[in-house]
């Protein structure tokens, strides 16, 4: 892994390693040396410490999934986005499907949970009025039971576990939040993975009516991701395409015969 400072003190940039296969659902081990998650843990919060030490001496996840899913989908006729068919399957079920090989927990964030049960995954509530990406994170966050959480959104049905494994790798860099960015300053803050620690900046952000998540970032460590380095992995980005719209759902359509199989990656072929 290289990294070099960007112009601001608190974000690192970071290259990716080449591109590497799932082989089993990794733990603490896969991502700190004995030496380093003691390191790494005494700059967190006592309670994540104490978390991300736990899983290590017991070999369990640190990482968890979560999918925002209580999009209303004002454009796509009100209901909810991840209920939204697209090839005979709901969005959501794309979403987890290309998770399932990759995390041991899947769950899902939402402020209204109704058609959202039969999916057979943990449900984690909004806590707050405000509808936008940060009370999401914030959700996805406070209900978590791991240190990390990497949290996207129920209408990116074209997700690769490739590059979401690839983000992974980068857990133990010393950052709150792993991002990919493009052009160095377009976040897609959706396709990220986040650190217990990022809550109370969180919620003391939302406390004071501030909704941006561009405002959080600045406050945390950040580890961005250009999107170039994430090519060997998902050659056309197509992770970080989402449905809005219509006519998103008839591009989709037409992407769906061209989009790579993930069910290798899943079986850990």
Not at 38 to 46: E, I, N, R
Request: some cysteine.
């Amino acid at each position: 892994m290289t990294a070099a400072m960007t112009l601001q003190s608190h974000e690192l940039s970071l290259t990716v390693p080449a591109a590497t296969y799932l082989t089993s659902i990794p733990t603490i081990k896969d991502y700190f040396p004995n030496a380093l998650v003691v390191y790494y843990a005494d700059s967190l919060p006592k309670a994540v410490s104490n978390r991300l030490r736990w899983c290590m001496v017991n070999s369990v996840p640190v990482i968890s999934a979560a999918i925002l899913a209580g999009g209303e989908a004002k454009r796509l006729g009100g209901c909810n986005k991840g209920l939204v068919e697209l090839g005979g399957q709901p969005l959501l079920r794309h979403v987890i499907t290309a998770l399932e090989g990759l995390f041991e927990e899947i769950f899902l964030v939402t402020r209204h949970p109704d058609g959202l049960t039969e999916f057979g995954h943990r449900i984690a509530l909004d806590r707050y009025d405000h509808r936008c990406s940060l009370t999401g994170i914030h959700a996805a966050l406070d209900g978590a039971d791991t240190p990390f959480v990497f949290t996207t959104a129920c209408d990116t049905p074209f997700l690769q576990p490739n590059l979401v494994h690839a983000l992974m790798e980068q857990i133990g860099c010393g950052a709150d939040v792993i991002v990919p960015v493009r052009d160095g300053w377009y976040y897609y803050p959706l396709c990220a993975i986040y650190s217990k620690s990022c809550l109370p900046v969180i919620e003391a952000q939302l406390d004071q009516g501030k909704l941006q998540t561009v405002s959080f970032l600045k406050q945390v460590k950040v580890a961005t991701i250009p999107l170039e380095s994430l090519l060997p992995y998902d050659p056309t980005l197509c992770s970080l395409f989402n449905v809005n719209t219509p006519q998103d759902i008839q591009t989709a359509q037409a992407m769906l015969p061209c989009v790579p199989s993930r069910r290798g990656v899943e079986a850990g072929l």
